[in-house]
């Protein structure tokens, strides 16, 4: 075996196992089903087209081989040997038809994803809206009760000085709003006895907790909006990239042997 024959033995090598264990990985990848689920294929997808690169490296590898056999031959080299050119041409071609078609797929789900994180968004800007209603009819329960406001001032502090609720330690954030609350309270305390600026503190902080949602929901929508927009963008074209070169490959390849057939 000279140097030439080793190298084009080992380069086949070498491309039909990083050929073979890529198509093993997208099989184990497809592992459980779950078609029905757009998230399922969206991950599955971008999986997909992330590996890409590696059966075409593959069959860049065996292709080299070849060329590599049948370099300084005056015709190519006819050996006894299973040619491995023209399943690769086929399988080159499938895979640029495969590539090519996950581009529209891949962008409906991308699409059904952001209409769903969408709703999920406006739903919970719903609850919280909700929420200040059912708070600020609390807050006004209160102002009305003297004696329950000053109890529920009290079991803030215990809480805050304790750092812990039913026997469960508090994190800062939590802490910061238990102080939050507890400082809202003390001033409608004071409030309660004129109301005049207790109306205007009420409508101050009810503005304020809206102006906080609007902003919240805002900032969800655009993140929402621009992780579809990059996902469609790097999955999509680095799919449709991969579907030329595949397809290429392939096209070419065929031709190439077809001709060398009649020839």
Do not use: C
Not at 62 to 71: A, D, P, R, S
Not at 181 to 195: A, C, I, V, Y
């Amino acid at each position: 075996m000279n140097n030439r024959t080793f190298t084009s033995l080992s380069l086949k090598l070498i491309g039909v196992v990083l050929l073979l264990s890529s198509l093993l990985d997208y099989i184990t990848l497809a592992i459980p089903l779950n078609l029905q689920s757009s998230q399922w294929q969206i991950g599955l997808i971008t999986s997909i087209v992330d590996r890409g690169i590696v059966p075409l490296v593959g069959i860049g590898l065996i292709l080299v081989g070849y060329f590599v056999e049948n370099v300084n031959d005056a015709n190519l080299h006819k050996s006894a040997e299973f040619d491995l050119r023209v399943p690769i041409y086929v399988l080159a071609t499938i895979m640029g038809l495969m590539f090519l078609l996950i581009v529209p797929l891949h962008l409906n789900n991308l699409n059904e994803a952001k209409v769903n994180a969408l709703n999920q968004i406006e739903q919970g800007a719903g609850q919280g809206a909700d929420q200040i209603q059912a708070f600020l009819s609390q807050i006004d329960q209160l102002s009305k009760n003297p004696q329950r406001l000053s109890q529920q001032i009290q079991q803030l502090n215990q809480v805050v000085e304790s750092g812990q609720v039913q026997g469960q330690s508090l994190n800062t954030q939590q802490l910061e709003q238990l102080q939050q609350q507890r400082t809202q309270l003390e001033q409608l305390q004071d409030l309660s006895q004129n109301s005049i600026e207790y109306k205007n503190r009420i409508d101050e902080l009810t503005k304020q907790l809206e102006e906080q949602l609007v902003d919240q929901r805002r900032q969800a929508e655009n993140k929402a909006k621009t992780q579809a927009l990059k996902q469609s963008l790097r999955i999509g074209l680095s799919s449709l990239m991969l579907a030329i070169v595949y397809s290429t490959v392939g096209w070419i390849g065929l031709k190439v042997m077809m001709g060398s057939k009649n020839s």
